[in-house]
């Protein structure tokens, strides 16, 4: 009588339950308590997520889960974004998109990255989905302004465009005329990516006057400064913004105009954009900065006073993306003005020359760390580093999640003591219990390893480059780190023995890349006969591995785990090692 | 034959520039430094883009990890800002100017000439070849190649001109042989 209670909960009642669980881990925890659970739990889901776009096919995610709507789909390896994985390797939407189209008329939301997306696909977006509300596009590529045209004219619903980092092929800028005059529901509009010459600002205008629930609004560059007024005197409610080029003959009444309409912005709490910026117009922001809680000003190449005088009037601020044109001292202000900041990124101006231009050294990152409480995602780019810094940073931060550092000369030791960078690392892996995502640079013996594999048992992502000496660097990784997803490795002296030994380890995470290592072609062929449900792809340049001896290491190695089995829209040099242990060649 | 002419890429205005960077000289006469650099396996292209751009001085591709399209906005607008400058519109760092001095071997005066007006080598080359009086029928005899910061010689048609011509590295030192 009791057993039979536990599962008398009608379908209803739990489907009520699981609605209030939106996360995707707590779903996939929820659909393995049991069959009854696995079922409801499918029937519900209503936004999907792959990781790993070739981890699954599309027809097994639409047999899985029948009523969803929303799908975020990622493509390519991050090291993609250097250049590392050539054009052509994959990530093709479009297969996805023909078999929604099919089955899911009522999807609503897309959402993708690192994909290569085509007019067509997007085409067929506009086509299939009557109540697509929802597209979001980072750093994807493949697709021009026709396609934009094509979303534009047909998806009455469309709530939100958003290009994050796209390449897109500016045809004509005439593509937002498309949206019809009908048309009202617009709320956010992300557009900074997009390159044309010419902006059609009068149909921008006009749409941005209509849309009267208009909340993002990130504009181009190609939207000058003395447009902007006219476009922001009918978006007073908008609570995101980013300019276009900040940069105009300095006019007073150009000025006054701006700074009036800006004023009049009170939901304002993020900006971004100001490219080309003039220290001249910068005060315009000034009465919206005490409530900014997010400023992008990585493209704003305005030096330290100026950074310094902006920073200084945001005491909100959360959240900010800056040049190291920002410096030390700018970052000392930062660290006394900004007690709320979440997270920084500072970029550098000049990343290829070969020696500094600007005063942004450690001391900065040691500021902020010391001043700012809340601390907690940090992407750092600077010339030198000491143990004694990032320790003095790990103790004074252990909140961090995301520490990402990069000493743009590979191999640079600690500049006090010549040292590697080993123990101050170790100390961030050691202090920080929650870290989830961390990428090492400077000078890097294995024992930077052992550390990470003693001390990271959170760590989900981890970057590395030019670091290391032997196989047990990384296999202190693979055999440490228990919640590992994601390692990418560039240029590290690791082998066969290693990635062998720990083959098992990689089932259980999404991905690993490794490149200009010295992995065998034999490991490869090895590795992907044993281990069937991981995809062992060899990217080589240089022509097919097998015209080389085996024991030659290959160009680069990506290795994800997968239920799909091996793809199928691989180019001509990439090889995939599949339990023949032979070359399948596409 | 060899003309020697130096072109030097510094701000204008500055009298020094410790290193030649511009070259003037036949083919044959030059010793282009075989080793190419990072220029191989199909990373050359006409387009600046992603895949042919390397952080020069180690030929290595993607490093330092910038994403690709941040790089492209900023140089964009660092390229602007800085023939702004030029201009008189606004001040800023002038260390990157687009400006190219140049000097010919047993010529006192030194010329100017403006790499952000030419779209390609070809341009450059013909500008330079009208400005140095260099017949036409000799041009075929003439190859452009430069000398880098490390002092290899490289051949000028290697390096997409989009790239030669925004690389700060390569402003700073480059030498061309032509």
């Known amino acids: ?586 | 034959m060899c003309m020697e002419l130096q072109l030097g890429l510094a701000p204008p205005g500055s009298d020094t520039w410790s290193r030649p960077l511009l070259k003037l000289g036949l083919y044959e006469d030059i010793n282009v430094n075989s080793k190419k650099r990072g220029f191989d396996h199909g990373y050359l292209e006409d387009e600046f883009s992603a895949a042919s751009f390397k952080n020069y001085e180690k030929g290595l591709v993607g490093w330092p990890p910038v994403k690709t399209w941040r790089r492209k906005k900023l140089r964009c607008q660092v390229h602007n800002h800085m023939t702004a400058a030029e201009n008189g519109c606004c001040g800023g760092r002038a260390s990157n100017s687009t400006y190219v001095k140049v000097k010919m071997e047993g010529v006192v005066i030194a010329r100017k000439i403006d790499i952000s007006i030419h779209q390609s080598f070809e341009t450059l080359t013909t500008t330079l070849m009208t400005m140095f009086d260099i017949f036409d029928e000799n041009r075929r005899s003439f190859k452009l190649t430069y000398q880098d910061k490390e002092g290899d010689w490289l051949i000028a048609e290697d390096v997409p001109w989009r790239f030669w011509c925004s690389s700060c590295d390569l402003g700073r030192s480059g030498y061309f042989c032509l």
Not at chain 1, 125 to 149: P, Y
Not at chain 1, 242 to 269: I, M, N, Q
Not at chain 1, 319 to 324: A, I, K, P, T, Y
Not at chain 1, 552 to 579: H, N
């Open chain 1, 1 to 586: 009588m009791h057993k039979k209670m536990a599962f008398s909960f009608p379908d209803e009642v739990l489907e009520h339950v699981f609605s209030f669980i939106q996360s995707d881990k707590d779903r996939n925890a929820v659909s393995m308590v049991c069959k009854s659970w696995y079922e409801i739990e499918r029937w519900c889901r209503r936004k999907v997520f792959v990781g790993n776009c070739y981890a699954v096919s599309p027809r097994m995610v639409i047999r899985r889960f029948p009523e969803f709507r929303s799908i975020e789909l990622k493509g390519k390896p991050h090291f993609a974004d250097f250049n590392l994985v050539p054009d052509g390797w994959g990530g093709y939407v479009f297969p996805w998109i023909a078999e929604m189209a099919g089955a899911y008329p009522w999807l609503e939301e897309i959402r993708l990255k690192r994909m290569v997306v085509t007019d067509e696909s997007l085409e067929l977006i506009a086509k299939s989905f009557k109540n697509f509300k929802v597209l979001v596009l980072s750093s994807c590529e493949g697709f021009s302004t026709d396609g934009l045209a094509a979303i534009a004219a047909s998806c009455k619903n469309l709530k939100e465009l958003d290009l994050r980092d796209c390449e897109v092929d500016d045809l004509s800028a005439h593509w937002l005329s498309h949206f019809p005059e009908t048309y009202t529901s617009l709320v956010s509009l992300n557009i900074s990516c997009l390159g044309s010459d010419e902006a059609s600002f009068s149909a921008l205008e006009r749409l941005v006057r209509r849309c009267t629930n208009l909340k993002t609004l990130r504009l181009n560059r190609a939207v000058p400064l003395d447009k902007i007024a006219n476009i922001l005197r009918h978006a007073p409610q908008l609570v995101e913004f980013g300019t276009g080029t900040y940069t105009a003959d300095v006019r007073p009444d150009v000025y006054s105009d701006l700074a009036g309409v800006l004023s009049s912005c009170k939901e304002l709490k993020s900006l971004s954009g100001f490219w080309d910026v003039i220290p001249d117009y910068l005060p315009a922001i000034y009465p919206v900065c005490s409530k900014l809680t997010s400023l992008n000003l990585s493209y704003a190449t305005i030096q330290s006073p100026d950074l310094i005088k902006l920073v200084s009037h945001c005491p909100n601020l959360q959240r900010l993306l800056v040049l190291d044109y920002i410096e030390d001292s700018g970052l000392e202000v930062l660290a006394s003005s900004c007690k709320d900041l979440q997270e920084l990124r500072v970029f550098p101006s000049d990343p290829f020359g070969a020696e500094p231009n600007v005063s942004l050294t450690e001391q900065g990152l040691v500021a902020v760390s010391l001043g700012c409480p809340k601390l907690q995602s940090v992407l750092y780019f600077c010339r030198r580093m000491s143990n004694e810094a990032l320790v003095t940073i790990a103790r004074s931060r252990p909140n961090f999640t995301r520490f990402r550092l990069c000493i743009i000369e590979p191999k640079t030791a600690d500049y006090l003591t010549l040292e590697p960078l080993d123990v101050g690392f170790g100390a961030i892996v050691q202090y920080c219990k929650d870290l989830r995502r961390l990428s090492l640079s400077g000078l890097l013996t294995d024992r930077v390893f052992e550390y990470i594999g003693t001390y990271a048992k959170k760590l989900e992502m981890l970057s590395v480059a030019f670091a290391g000496d032997s196989d047990l660097g990384l296999h202190h990784v693979l055999s440490g780190c228990e919640s590992l997803r994601k390692l990418e490795i560039r240029d590290c002296p690791f082998g066969d023995k290693a990635l062998l030994a720990n083959a098992a380890k990689l089932e259980t995470m999404r991905s690993l890349w490794i490149s200009s290592c010295a992995v065998s072609f034999a490991a490869c062929k090895l590795l992907g006969q044993k281990m069937p449900r991981l995809n062992v792809e060899v990217i080589d340049e240089r022509g097919p591995p097998d015209s080389r001896p085996e024991n030659c290491p290959v160009d680069k190695l990506y290795i994800y785990r997968s239920i799909a089995g091996p793809r199928f829209d691989m180019p001509p040099f990439v090889w995939t090692m599949d339990e023949d242990s032979g070359l399948r060649l596409s």
